[in-house]
């Protein structure tokens, strides 16, 4: 059975910076992205960042600039470091596995429990 397990979510200042970490136990295919979704309250699910299992990332719009993905194969493991956080960053964010390249929900194959993400003064 594939899990994703989140961790690193909790409350910082506009300005400030988190890091999630997202581990994977269980089987999955090397050509598998994986990426980091959010959802804030009243709004639809959206992607925000991806990365193959090659190292190539993609970010949406509005978090490049701030936000880094980045990968450890050999631990099973995805990062988000979040830099420069502004209040409309606030939300539930999830880890993703997808079935192949990533870029909407419809390409998810396993989701994180969701972790979430506040940012206020």
């Known amino acids: 059975q594939v899990q994703l397990a989140e961790s690193g979510g909790g409350w910082v200042q506009p300005g400030g910076s988190l890091t999630l970490s997202c581990a994977v136990s269980?089987?999955?295919?090397?050509?598998?992205?994986m990426g980091w979704f959010r959802q804030a309250p009243g709004k639809e699910r959206e992607l925000v960042a991806a990365i193959t299992w090659g190292g190539v990332t993609r970010y949406a719009e509005f978090v490049k600039g701030r936000f880094d993905i980045s990968r450890d194969t050999a631990k099973n493991t995805v990062y988000l470091q979040m830099n420069s956080l502004k209040p409309e960053d606030t939300a539930v964010y999830y880890c993703?596995?997808?079935?192949?390249?990533?870029?909407?929900?419809?390409?998810?194959?396993?989701w994180g429990q969701g972790t979430q993400v506040t940012i206020s003064s």
């Open positions: 993703a596995l997808g079935r192949g390249p990533l870029y909407n929900d419809y390409d998810v194959a396993y």
């Open positions: 269980g089987r999955t295919f090397i050509t598998s992205a």
